[in-house]
């Protein structure tokens, strides 16, 4: 009997180390191990031996059963293994080619851009606010201090839809209804459409935008004005970012500047980027006009205020090299990609 | 406004080595912004005087002459000329090898007809200035030089071409810089030295005013003031050198001494001057008044301007002579015979001289200045400064007298200086003594606190102007940079964070945003079949429009996104996703109304595999994002601009309509010049918003196992399976978890006129796993709700 199950062992180490397959795998499984296997077979032939050989050759079957299932196992796990690494083979693909790529779309260069400058004021507390773009002349050149007889309001400047309402020539009527709407403090800023009769060609378009700003309270000096401005200018153009103020005239504020950043190719050398002036103009600012306050029903002693307007137009051609500005209006998809793919 | 300098240190003491830039940039950062500057003769180098020796013929030759040219050198010159105006001792402008001239000519030795040639003599345009520079040269030949200069002298210096001529930017509150005394003074403060302003002198008079002529102004509103001088026996002769170069340089043309005294004068005071021949003056009288009805003139340019009431025009007894402030007729102005002149200095008002020109569509100089708002003040010594010139230079006799007339309040503005106010205005700590220097070298005299503004200063009317005076002079960029005060806590508006939400949905869809005009053309109602009768014809409309295709402002965005497929599909981008947020702008019934302006969603898809379900899928996901529930859509055959099988509107539940989409109708793509099929869904914002609801809550995970059911079902062709599924939602009720459709078809095995629909229903409930009989239930009570819509089962699973 020993011998017997010592054959088995032999046959089964055998035949397993021979097996390739799986299915050939379970077959000497039960073969070996199985209910009617060889195994079980000897096994009952326990009941034939004296009961000083039973635990001798009990304990020898449980051996070999225990070294069968060793091997079986060992043997399974080559072969999953080896299968594995027969599909991994298979499976092999070419990952140089193209991806099933998802478009994620893109906003317009004009919203990203406007998205930014939104974030920097908001962080300084400035509320975005809006206001009608075909606007009373009251607003837009009235109550923003523009003498009757100034160039802006001529036809040649200026859409007319009635003698008293325009198509906004700036944002800054917005600074007169937020006055007249709520009481200072005021610390806003109103993006948004503008018009003007320029015929489109590459620098000039009938249609651009706008970002106005306004802080009016107690106390508001040219100083915090031009705080404001050079935060935003390191907002937008980095840490190393200078400003300079230049004197200037608008009829709604007083001193009125406009403000230029140092150009970021030449340092303030002058290149081509700036004309040579080593400067280029973003903005235009200046301390909101006595008259304009009193217009709006707040006491030019009591409160003091600034405003600032820029051209987002510019701001976003300068940052991505556009030369003309009626590619930000026909919309080209091939345009369009650029910002943000 | 271009100065020139030369004429700027007649006032100023600029030192002539300061470099150019350094003075643009302190002009413009104290406030006279500078656009540019020239130096005259820039283009000119190695052009030197010459005096030529001797000229004689080169054979074989008709027309060239060598000259043999002394240029200070130890050897005289020899150059080949084809001009016939030098002789020997004439003194000429010899550019010598490798001289250069304007247009970038550069002078080479060379030889001609054999002849060896080592320059070239030059002519007056050669050297880039003209005979109204130098009216004793002619045009075709050799500049034969008449000024005082020395042989080998730099032509520059020898014929005063080395003036600078600095282009100002002037702002329109700054009337007052406008002319050489005005910037004069800007310079002198900004560089800290004296400005030295002299007041004109006549030294010799004879005669009388009153013998020679009578002013009457009639119209005092629009003439502020008339004041007029005589000059007799006068010499119409060219002006001096000095006189034209700096008319020159302020780029006008030198005409004849009394015609430049009057544009001299205009440059320097910055009051426009006119001269009349006193012999045209009918009557011995001058009119100011108002044109009379159908009145006309010939005006200096030679055209006839027929002139109207509200006009202001000068005249003597019979007829105009002058366009008040805009221009002279041409038979009153200054001949080569006139013996006796009259100059007139007047200040008229503004806005007349600016609607006159207007009407007239005639501009000038003069029309420019005044346009802008004079002060009266300047006439007078304006009027005192030509005299002086015309004694200057020997052009006449000043007759004794002067006819003045005012009508204005000379008085001067007063302001109180409170230099606490102004520093805490500007954030800065100037001492109050620092202003007052500053104020007093802008020619504000300051009296204690009391300051008064010189008249000319129509601009500085409160204390803050007086703070720009004073902070312009001492430096902008010296105002430090400070903090704001206060804390302020800036929050998107609920609107505003919609928009957000909007533009992320759109994106996530792979839609690119546009940016398109909010003006359209009237005929973009017509491309997308709008009918005749839409309220949405009605629209604002520019009156003064750049053209058609801009003239009204936009009631529909469906247009807009068109062009933008168009412009795309026509450029060969083979296909696109497009999204705008823009508004729509509806006016109101009473036009003194401002008109609605209603931010729009518009989406719009053309090419790839693109197609409506694209869109409504789109449509989908933005609702659902956007917290809108239980919306539906109904078709939609009656939108012209869609194809009427393709098109639907949504609905909110509450019934409002919060979009419609569809494809676009294949006349209106025709009509944009789109080859294919596109698709557009327009959604207003506000509808949208107000359908939103944010508020998400979770709901625990399912415990129970879903049971499914699949129904095929036969039905007429023509029902929307949307109408099918809503009615299966409703008749399984609560427990209803989801209901797909995944088939539908038509074909062989179905009668003509149906379609077979097939639906997978999903059902759970939170209580417990549900039962067959449950479900079977749930499917008997879908069947019988169908059977009544004339659905019928056609297999179950």
Redesign the interface.
């Known amino acids: 009997m020993k011998e017997a199950l010592q054959k088995i062992a032999q046959e089964a180490k055998e035949a397993l180390q021979r097996c390739q397959d799986m299915k050939e795998l379970d077959a000497l499984r039960v073969r070996f191990l199985g209910k009617k296997g060889e195994l079980t077979g000897i096994l009952k032939q326990m009941g034939k031996l004296s009961a000083e050989e039973r635990p001798v050759m009990g304990q020898l079957a449980n051996e070999v059963r225990a070294e069968i299932e060793r091997e079986l196992s060992d043997r399974q796990a080559a072969l999953k293994a080896q299968a594995l690494e027969k599909q991994l083979r298979d499976e092999k693909i070419d990952v140089t080619m193209e991806g099933k790529a998802?478009?994620?779309?893109?906003?317009?260069p004009?919203?990203i851009v406007l998205d930014e400058i939104k974030e920097i004021?908001?962080?300084?507390?400035?509320?975005?606010v809006t206001g009608?773009?075909?606007?009373?002349v009251r607003y837009n050149f009235d109550g923003l201090n523009v003498p009757?007889?100034?160039?802006s309001r001529d036809?040649q400047d200026t859409?007319?839809?009635?003698d008293?309402?325009v198509?906004r020539t700036q944002t800054s009527p917005v600074q007169v209804r937020m006055m007249e709407q709520s009481k200072p403090?005021i610390?806003v800023i109103a993006p948004g459409?503008v018009?003007r009769?320029d015929?489109?060609d590459a620098t000039h378009s009938?249609?651009f935008h706008q970002v106005e700003g306004l802080?009016v309270?107690k106390?508001?000096?040219?100083?915090?004005l031009?705080?404001?401005l050079?935060?935003f200018a390191k907002g937008l153009y980095g840490e190393d970012a200078q400003i300079?103020?230049?004197?200037?005239?608008f009829?709604f504020t007083?001193?009125?500047?406009e403000v230029d950043v140092m150009c970021f190719a030449c340092q303030g050398k002058g290149c081509r980027l700036c004309k040579g002036e080593g400067w280029i103009e973003i903005l235009g600012a200046g301390?909101v006009?006595?008259?304009v306050l009193k217009y709006c029903g707040i006491d030019?002693y009591e409160y003091?205020g600034f405003a600032f307007g820029l051209g987002l137009e510019r701001i976003v051609m300068r940052k991505y090299g556009i030369d003309d500005i009626r590619l930000?209006?026909?919309?080209?998809?091939?345009f369009?990609?650029q910002f943000?793919e | 406004m271009n100065l020139s300098m030369r004429w700027l240190r007649d006032y100023v003491d600029i030192n002539k080595d300061m470099d150019m830039r350094e003075f643009c940039e302190a002009m413009?950062?104290?406030?006279s912004?500078v656009e540019g500057y020239e130096k005259e003769g820039a283009e000119v180098s190695g052009v030197v005087v010459g005096e030529i020796l001797s000229v004689d013929k080169v054979e074989n030759s008709d027309k060239l002459v060598v000259c043999q040219v002394n240029v200070g050198q130890e050897a005289p010159v020899q150059i080949v000329t084809g001009a016939n105006n030098v002789f020997p001792g004439a003194k000429v402008p010899v550019a010598l090898h490798g001289a250069t001239l304007p247009g970038g000519v550069k002078i080479k030795r060379g030889k001609l007809r054999g002849v060896e040639s080592n320059g070239m003599l030059c002519s007056i345009a050669e050297l880039g200035v003209t005979v109204h520079d130098f009216p004793y040269a002619i045009e075709d030949g050799i500049f034969i030089l008449q000024e005082p200069c020395e042989v080998g002298q730099d032509i520059h210096s020898a014929i005063g071409l080395d003036d600078v001529s600095v282009e100002f930017e002037i702002?329109?509150?700054?009337a007052d810089c406008l002319c050489v005394r005005g910037l004069a003074l800007e310079a002198s403060a900004t560089f800290g030295k004296p400005c030295n302003a002299k007041e004109p002198q006549i030294r010799q008079e004879s005669g009388d005013i009153a013998d020679y002529l009578k002013v009457t102004v009639e119209n005092q509103e629009l003439c502020k003031c008339y004041h007029a001088k005589v000059v007799k026996n006068v010499k119409i002769e060219p002006s001096p050198r000095w006189l034209r170069e700096r008319l020159r340089a302020s780029g006008v043309r030198p005409i004849n001494n009394l015609v430049d005294i009057t544009n001299y004068v205009m440059l320097e005071y910055g009051n426009p001057m006119h001269a009349f021949d006193l012999r045209t003056i009918a009557g011995g009288e001058i009119v100011v008044r108002n044109a009379r009805e159908g009145e006309r003139i010939v005006t200096l340019d030679g055209v006839e301007r027929v002139l109207s009431p509200e006009m202001l025009v000068i005249c003597d007894k019979e007829k105009p002579s002058a366009v008040a402030g805009v221009m002279g007729g041409v038979s009153s102005g200054i001949m080569d015979d006139t013996t006796t002149v009259v100059f007139e200095a007047a200040c008229f008002d503004?806005?007349s001289v600016?609607l006159t020109s207007r009407k007239l569509g005639l501009r000038s100089e003069s029309s420019a200045r005044f346009?802008k708002?004079l002060d009266p003040n300047q006439a007078m010594p304006a009027l005192m400064r030509a005299c002086e010139l015309v004694e200057e230079l020997h052009a006449g006799e000043v007759v004794g007298g002067v006819i003045t007339n005012s009508f204005f309040d000379g008085e001067k503005k007063k302001i109180t200086l409170d230099s606490d106010w102004i520093n805490?205005?500007?954030?800065?700590d100037i001492p109050k003594e620092e202003m007052v220097r500053i104020l007093r070298s802008l020619a504000f005299e300051v009296d204690g606190d009391v300051i008064s503004v010189p008249t000319n200063r129509t601009?500085v009317e409160?204390?803050?102007?007086i703070?720009?005076e004073v902070?312009?002079i001492y430096g902008?960029?010296r105002?430090?940079?400070?903090?704001?005060?206060?804390?302020?806590?800036?929050?998107?508006?609920p609107a505003?964070k919609f928009e957000s939400l909007v533009?992320d949905a759109?994106?996530?869809?792979?839609?690119?945003?546009?940016?398109?005009?909010?003006?359209v053309s009237p005929k973009s109602y017509d491309k997308i079949r709008m009918p005749a009768d839409s309220p949405l014809r009605r629209c604002?409309?520019?009156?003064?429009?750049?053209g058609e295709d801009?003239s009204v402002?936009r009631t529909t965005t469906i247009p807009s996104m068109l062009d933008?497929i168009a412009?795309?599909y026509n450029?060969r981008?083979p296909e696109?996703?497009?999204?705008e947020i823009g508004?729509e702008?509806i006016p109101h019934e009473d036009?003194?109304q401002?008109?609605d302006?209603n931010a729009q969603l518009t989406i719009g898809l053309y090419g790839g595999d693109n197609d409506f379900y694209t869109l409504k899928g789109m449509a989908q996901s933005l609702l659902t994002r956007a917290g809108v529930r239980g919306w539906e859509i109904e078709p939609c055959a009656d939108e012209p601009a869609f194809h009427p099988g393709r098109c639907g509107v949504i609905y909110a539940a509450d019934g409002t309509q919060l979009g419609i989409i569809g494809e676009i109708h294949p006349l209106v793509a025709d009509n944009f010049s789109i080859g294919g099929k596109c698709y557009v869904g327009r959604f207003p914002m506000a509808a949208l918003m107000a359908a939103s609801d944010m508020e998400r809550k979770y709901v625990p995970l399912p415990r129970f196992p879903a049971t499914t059911r699949d129904l095929s079902l036969l039905c007429d062709a023509d029902l929307p399976v949307g109408h099918i599924e809503k009615a299966i939602r409703q008749a399984v009720g609560a427990v209803c978890e989801s209901v797909k459709l995944f088939d539908v078809y038509q074909g062989a095995q179905i009668e003509a006129g149906k379609k077979s629909v097939s639906f997978s229903i999903v059902m759970r409930s939170r209580e417990g796993t549900l039962t067959d009989e449950q479900a079977d239930n749930a499917v008997r009570k879908v069947l019988s709700a169908l059977e009544k819509m004339g659905v019928s089962l056609r297999a179950a699973g």
């Not at chain 1, 007083?254 to 500047?257: I, R, T």
């Not at chain 1, 930000?328 to 091939?334: A, G, S, Y």
């Open positions: 998802v478009s994620l779309g893109g906003k317009h004009l919203t004021f908001m962080g300084m507390g400035f509320d975005v009608p773009e075909v606007e009373y009757e007889s100034h160039p036809e859409f007319y839809i009635r008293d309402i198509l403090p610390r459409r018009y009769t015929s489109v009938p249609l802080v309270d106390g508001v000096t040219m100083a915090d031009r705080g404001a050079e935060a300079r103020f230049r004197p200037h005239h009829p007083e001193p009125s500047a301390m006009h006595p008259n030019p003091s930000l209006f026909e919309n080209d998809l091939r369009l990609r943000s | 413009t950062m104290s406030g912004k702002t329109p509150n700054r503004g806005k600016r346009e708002g805490a205005f500007l954030g800065l601009d409160t204390l803050a102007d703070a720009e902070v312009r902008y960029n105002v430090p940079s400070t903090a704001l005060r206060g804390s302020a806590q800036a929050r998107p508006t505003q533009h759109a994106l996530a869809m792979g839609c690119f945003e546009v940016q398109t005009y909010s003006f604002v409309e520019i009156r003064n429009p750049l801009t402002m933008v412009f795309n450029n981008n696109g996703r497009f999204y508004n702008y036009p003194s401002l008109p302006e």
